[in-house]
C-alpha cells in the first residue's frame, strides 16, 4: 500500500535522550523525527526534562522526571510515569508509539500503550548488556539481557540498525527483530568543510598527518586501543596528531595521562563538521556498537576509517578499498592497519576517496522511507497483545 494514501499519523516517541544531548541516538531520533514532520506526521516526544532547557520545542513535548545516568552526569534516565502516559494517551491517543529506549520511562510507556491497545515499535539503540563488562559489573549482562529480550518481545517489532545485529538479536530470542539502517548527511559531513585554520590551531601544517576519534571519552569506546595504535603510528611518522572529539568520564585522567593528545571536547553543527573534514583518519575501536554513525560520518568527510569488522563498517567498508578492517578483538590488526595506512600515501589517499563515494550512495531518504513505512504497516495491523504471554526473565536471557 502506498504510503501517499495513508493519512497523516499521530506518531509518540519515547526516549531518555534527544537532542541537544550528543550521542548517536539523540541524533538518530532527531533526524527521523525531523523528517516525518516534514511529511506531515504529527510528532509527540515523552522524555526527561535536560538540564538547563530554555528554548521553545518544535514538536509537542510531555516532560517527565528523571535521574542522572552514574558516570554520565548529562545524560538522564526516565522514571516510571504511568500514570501520566495512560492518561495522556487515553484522551488522545496516537496511531503508533516508538519506544526508543528500555529504561523504566520505556517500560512504563510499554505497559500503558499495551493496556490501551496502541500498537508499539521499538528500537535496540544501545548494547547496554554489553556496556556491564566495562563497568565491573559483567556478571549482569546475561541478566539486562534478559530484560532487554522480556522488553522488545512485548512489542510488535524491534528495529536494529545492522543485519548482523538483527540476526545475533533473533538467535538470542528477539524473534521480531527487523533491520532499520542509518544514513549520513553528505552535505554536513563532507570534505569541503576541511578548515586550514583549525589545523593550524592543532599545530599542523598541510602535509602533517592528523588521527581522529569522535565520540564518548569512556571505557566501553575501546579508548585505551585507539591510544595505543596511535602510538604505534607516532613510531612510523612522529608528527602525526591525536585529536579525540567528545566528552565522558575518562577524559580528565586521560587529558593528564597524555598531553601531546588534543581532547576538544564535545563538538556539533558546523564546528563537528570542520573537525572531521580537516583529519585524515579516523580511529575506532568500539566492540559495543548496534551501528556506530560515527563511521558514516567519517567516511563522507573523506577520512580513512580503521575500525572492527561489524555493524556499520561491515555494512559499508571494504577492507583496504575504502577503509580498513579486522576481526573483533584483534588488536594487533587493529594497529596494522592503521600503521599501513600512515605508511603508504597511495593507499591513504584512495581511501579516503572511495570512503567518500560510498557515503554519498547512503543518504537518510530510502531509511526514512523504510521507517514511515513500517508506522503505516503496524497502524494498519492489529495491536500487539501480550496478555498471553507468559515468557519469563532467566538468568541467562532464555526463555
Known sequence: MSVEKIRNLRIALVTETYTPEINGV?????????????????????RPRQKNEDHRPQYELTHVGGLPIPGYADLQFGLPACARIYHLWRSESPDIIYIATEGPLGWSALNMANKLKIPVISGFHTNFHSYSKHYRFGWLEKVIFGY?????NRTACTLAPSPQLVNDLRQRGIHNALLFSRGVDTSVYNPKHRSPDLRRSWQVIDNTPVALYVGRIAAEKNI??????????????????????????????????????????????EELSQHYASADIFLFASETETFGNVILEAMSSGL???????????????????????????????IANACELITNQKLLNEVRKQARLTAEQNNWQRIIDQFENMMVTYVKSEPYDDSDSKEPVSVDGSA
Open 148 to 152: 532487554l529480550k522480556h522488553f522488545h
Open 224 to 269: 585505551e586501543l585507539v591510544i595505543n595504535t596511535y602510538h604505534a603510528m607516532q613510531q612510523q611518522q612522529p608528527d602525526l596528531k591525536l585529536v579525540m572529539v567528545g566528552n565522558g568520564p575518562l577524559v580528565n585522567k586521560l587529558r593528564k595521562l597524555h598531553p601531546d593528545i588534543i581532547f576538544t571536547g564535545a563538538k556539533i553543527g
Open 304 to 334: 580513512a576509517v580503521v575500525a572492527y569488522d561489524y555493524a556499520a563498517s561491515r555494512m559499508h567498508i571494504a577492507d583496504k578499498q575504502n577503509g580498513m578492517t579486522c576481526e573483533m578483538s584483534n588488536t594487533s590488526s587493529f
Open 26 to 46: 539523540a541524533r538518530t531520533l532527531s533526524r527521523l523525527v525531523d523528517a516525518l514532520h516534514e511529511r506531515g506526521h504529527s510528532i509527540h516526544i515523552i
